[in-house]
């Protein structure tokens, strides 16, 4: 049974020939306007079977190991991959993230006076798990719909909305838009994942009034593994050192065993230096690869599930990602990270968003090149040179290696990214290259 919103209607009919399994077509319409013309049979609309359904349910014993959902990674690294879940790990781990937000003493937390609104969308990871923990609570749920910067604003101020989550660039594009303007954020947290929250990104909300904080996880892990979360004797020097611990992966949350590790397996030092691929357990990490034993099995090797992401862990137990193994960037005999230098590039005035990938170079090998979306209201434009200069400081100043200076800068109109808003570094590669 395939349910087909309006907006999706040409792509179904481009592909209907390939659907061998979809036996009913039901149609989804939010605004009950004119369909694009088509040929797809719908049996039904989605309205009507709610409005003809029993308000109750008596939903049958089933064995709390049966598969509940499965879905696809988005593949910015490469071919998506299919992963599943039982009824059992998506209870454990609603549980497991209501129990790590609910800890703080005060700020970056959930709970049942709270108005929820997810910006992430439900095919991305359950919604990060989040709509089922606001169930169990019993909060009050706004689902936006299409995220239109200025109906999420609105919905923000008349609905009374404190609690969202979405990647980095649904944060950035609402900052952006002149409704935010009037709209108080003082009261909204807003949890940033799918990718690392850059500090000029994070300053601005801030600035804002928002309680933002990352939080990491990925399809695989169902996703929750770490939060940003300041610990309650947590004081920071300054708004930079503020910056610094809300923009970090995070601790991990219970239940979650993590490591960092070497090609051997051995844990590298907790030293906040030392780097090595992040591998993990916990009771509701998908169990493999749909239909893959082989790249199930990589995903395994040695009892732990392996991210490729690359990481260190400091004294306190934080976590910082510093970049995907197929992202890192090797140059001149050191590895160089993207996520450092995005996040640098960030604190630039005139700019709005960068990615950063690595390019050949005859002699290092790779040097970073940096894709970069100016501010279209910025006080003082910036050319090319203006942002090597800018990370060049950081340079002189002992923050950065010298390799991590980009050799090439390009000001672009727009970065690529997947459907759920991810930079998408794979198909950047390929068009740079």
């Known amino acids: 049974m395939l349910f087909v919103h309006t907006d999706f209607l040409p792509v179904v009919e481009s592909i209907r020939d390939k659907l061998e399994t979809v036996r009913v077509f039901v149609s989804i319409d939010d605004d009950g306007g004119a369909a694009p013309a088509h040929s797809i049979p719908f049996s039904a609309d989605y309205e009507t079977l709610l409005a003809a359904s029993p308000v109750e349910y008596d939903f049958p014993d089933f064995d709390e190991n049966t598969r509940a959902t499965t879905f696809y990674t988005t593949g910015t690294t490469g071919l998506p991959k299919g992963v599943y879940f039982s009824h059992r790990q998506l209870v454990l781990h609603t549980i497991t993230l209501m129990a790590a937000l609910a800890s703080p003493e005060a700020g970056q937390r959930f709970h049942r006076g709270d108005v929820y609104m997810p910006l992430t969308p439900m095919f991305h990871v359950h919604a990060w798990g989040m709509p089922y923990v606001a169930t169990v609570l019993g909060v009050k749920q706004v689902y936006p719909g299409r995220y239109a910067p200025e109906q999420i604003m609105r919905l923000v101020r008349d609905e ?199 390019i050949k170079d005859e002699k290092w090998g790779e040097r970073p090149a940096a894709l970069v979306v100016l501010k279209a209201d910025a006080a003082t434009p910036a050319s090319e040179d203006d942002i090597k200069r800018h990370v060049l400081a950081y340079s002189e100043s002992g923050r950065i290696s010298k390799y991590a200076v980009p050799q090439v800068v390009r000001i672009v109109s727009a970065l690529e990214k997947t459907s759920i808003g991810k930079l998408n570094k794979k198909l950047m590669r390929e068009q740079f290259a």
């Open 160 to 358: 009374g909305v404190t609690f969202s989550h979405c990647v980095g660039t649904i944060l950035h594009m609402l900052l952006g838009c002149a409704e935010a303007e009037a709209v108080d954020l003082s009261h909204w947290k807003m949890v940033i994942g799918g990718g690392a929250l850059p500090h000029g990104l994070a300053r601005a909300a801030l600035d804002r009034g928002i309680d933002v904080f990352s939080g990491y996880g990925m399809s695989e892990t169902g996703p929750l593994l770490t939060l940003a979360q300041l610990a309650p004797d947590a004081t920071p020097r300054d708004t930079d050192d503020e910056v610094r611990l809300r923009c970090k992966t995070g601790v991990p949350v219970p239940l979650v065993d993590l490591r960092i590790v070497d090609p051997d397996m051995d844990d590298v030092p907790h030293d906040g230096k030392a780097s090595g691929e992040i591998v993990v357990r916990a009771p509701w990490l998908t169990q493999g690869y749909l239909k893959n034993p082989q790249a199930s099995e990589q995903l395994w090797e040695g009892g732990y599930l392996h991210t490729q992401d690359i990481a260190n862990i400091d004294p306190d137990g934080y976590v910082q990602i510093t970049d995907r193994i197929k992202d890192v960037i090797k140059s001149g005999g050191e590895w160089v990270s993207s996520l450092e230098i995005e996040s640098l590039i960030s604190t630039h005035p005139a700019v709005a968003e960068v990615a950063v990938i690595g």
